[in-house]
């Protein structure tokens, strides 16, 4: 197993934000270097045990969605190596896990698309048969294929919060109107297309959340990570149905696994309450979750 970093320590650059995977470092003006650690985080808290080489497998992951959905919209990469702007000494901790990126002014809103009912979705949904103001037929169950994919936006917190999940009326006031059914259209294609992809895979994208900035000019792009099992669920096809007819959650390839063991993780004698700290998380959860991640990768790589 490879080492892992938890957190990055360039110091030719000036640090700028380290969220809870992402360290982010300024590039002169108009970019920056996003170097994705092995940091885990679930519930919004991140876990004191790092997972080796989850960061380079995000980056890789990333950068192929990037790829395969540049013709639908504009993303953030500059196409330059992340090598080129450190020093030679900080190499071995940007290569494969960092991107290059224009700096933008980010939507201070995360675009949620839900093609399957589940997580907070679920408990949402049983109590209001809706979710995030979105109204949905009765009789769904738990990871319930939805009629059409859902767009759910959610407000950004700081790290260490909760992200707050809003409603496509609140989103209009946050960013306007024509923004808003901008990023909307956009979030629903690029879930549907990234989709249908996944499924000649063999891998059901349950749900996902997309960030966007404004360049300079004002064209909406695509920011941050795309499509990673830490912004997605995603879950084997194989097992689907079973868990489906059981009313379980699917098995995953993301981070639910750890969400799930979490649950059920004790401190003092009593159930975790998702507040720093967080439990210790078992050397074997641990290499499940990283093993989890490479399966991912090759599955839709292959």
Same mark, same amino acid.
């Given at each position: 197993?490879?080492?892992?970093?938890?957190?990055?320590?360039?110091? @030719?650059?000036? #640090?700028? +934000?380290?969220?809870?995977?992402?360290?982010?470092?300024?590039? $002169? &003006?108009?970019? *920056? !270097?996003?170097?994705? @650690?092995?940091? #885990?985080? +679930?519930?919004?808290?991140?876990?004191?045990?790092?997972?080796? $080489? &989850?960061?380079? *497998? !995000?980056?890789?992951?990333?950068?192929?969605?990037?790829?395969?959905?540049?013709?639908?919209?504009?993303?953030?990469?500059?196409?330059?190596?992340?090598?080129?702007?450190?020093?030679?000494?900080?190499?071995?901790?940007?290569?494969?896990r960092s991107m290059l990126v224009k700096?933008?002014?980010?939507?201070?809103?995360?675009?949620?698309?839900?093609?399957?009912?589940?997580?907070?979705?679920?408990?949402?949904?049983?109590?209001?048969?809706?979710?995030?103001?979105?109204?949905?037929?009765?009789?769904?169950?738990?990871?319930?294929?939805?009629?059409?994919?859902?767009?759910?936006?959610?407000?950004?917190?700081?790290?260490?919060?909760?992200?707050?999940?809003?409603?496509?009326?609140?989103?209009?006031?946050?960013?306007?109107?024509?923004?808003?059914?901008?990023?909307?259209?956009?979030?629903?294609?690029?879930?549907?297309?990234?989709?249908?992809?996944?499924?000649?895979?063999?891998?059901?994208?349950?749900?996902?959340?997309?960030?966007?900035?404004?360049?300079?000019?004002?064209?909406?792009?695509?920011?941050?990570?795309?499509?990673?099992?830490?912004?997605?669920?995603?879950?084997?096809?194989?097992?689907?149905?079973?868990?489906?007819?059981?009313?379980?959650?699917?098995?995953?390839?993301?981070?639910?696994?750890?969400?799930?063991?979490?649950?059920?993780?004790?401190?003092?004698?009593?159930?975790?309450?998702?507040?720093?700290?967080?439990?210790?998380?078992?050397?074997?959860?641990?290499?499940?979750?990283?093993?989890?991640?490479?399966?991912?990768?090759?599955?839709?790589?292959?």
């Amino acid at each position: 197993m490879t080492s892992a970093l938890h957190t990055s320590a360039l110091t @030719s650059l000036p #640090l700028l +934000a380290r969220g809870k995977v992402r360290d982010n470092y300024a590039v $002169g &003006k108009d970019r *920056l !270097l996003m170097v994705a @650690s092995d940091r #885990l985080s +679930a519930f919004d808290v991140i876990m004191g045990e790092p997972i080796p $080489g &989850k960061g380079v *497998l !995000l980056t890789q992951m990333a950068l192929f969605w990037f790829d395969k959905l540049g013709h639908v919209c504009p993303n953030h990469l500059t196409g330059e190596a992340p090598e080129s702007v450190v020093t030679p000494a900080e190499v071995p901790q940007v290569t494969g896990r960092s991107m290059l990126v224009k700096r933008l002014k980010p939507i201070p809103v995360e675009a949620v698309v839900r093609g399957y009912l589940a997580g907070s979705g679920w408990k949402e949904y049983q109590e209001s048969q809706s979710v995030c103001g979105v109204s949905l037929p009765a009789g769904l169950k738990n990871a319930s294929k939805l009629p059409e994919p859902i767009f759910t936006p959610a407000a950004k917190a700081a790290v260490g919060e909760h992200d707050e999940n809003i409603s496509y009326a609140q989103m209009v006031k946050v960013v306007g109107p024509e923004l808003a059914a901008q990023i909307r259209d956009l979030s629903i294609r690029i879930y549907k297309e990234a989709a249908a992809f996944a499924l000649t895979k063999g891998i059901i994208i349950a749900d996902t959340k997309f960030e966007f900035g404004l360049d300079d000019n004002g064209t909406l792009t695509l920011m941050d990570e795309v499509l990673t099992p830490d912004s997605s669920r995603y879950w084997p096809i194989e097992g689907y149905e079973q868990a489906f007819a059981a009313g379980t959650n699917p098995p995953s390839y993301d981070k639910q696994f750890v969400r799930d063991w979490l649950e059920q993780a004790l401190v003092n004698g009593k159930p975790w309450d998702k507040t720093p700290p967080a439990p210790r998380v078992p050397q074997d959860v641990v290499e499940k979750t990283a093993a989890k991640y490479q399966e991912a990768l090759t599955r839709l790589t292959a």
